[in-house]
């Protein structure tokens, strides 16, 4: 079963501010890449264009990438990833997942494997 990919391991990969972190995001993609492991989310990609194109705060005002960078970015990654878009049977989908299993498993690739935090359910039965 393929793992979603959230919109800040996307940045992180273009992010030279931690080069560690962006050596584990770019690792990480690679191998979803190469093993057909990982999807995206449709929202994911949009908010990756708006979160490197956006100028920082502080004194590097400037954006991670221009804004023609980043759609290029994004091409790309609809290019080398199974997208998910926002259909009606998606969104069925994940309802009857929420409902079904009342809770969402998020797991950080950049802390020990052991690290998987159990959500809350939006509505308890």
Known sequence: MPSLVDTNILVYRVDPR????????TALLEAGIADRSLVLAHQSVMEFVAATS?????????????L????VEAEQLIAQFDVLYPTRDVLVTAMRGAA???RVR???SFLAATRVHELPA???G
């Not at 023609?68 to 759609?71: P, R, S």
């Open 18 to 25: 931690d080069p560690a972190r962006q050596r584990r995001a």
């Open 54 to 66: 956006r100028p920082r705060r502080g004194k590097a005002s400037l954006p991670l990438l221009p």
């Open 68 to 71: 023609a960078e980043a759609l």
């Open 100 to 102: 079904t299993y009342g």
């Open 106 to 108: 998020a797991m950080n």
């Open 122 to 124: 939006l509505y308890e």
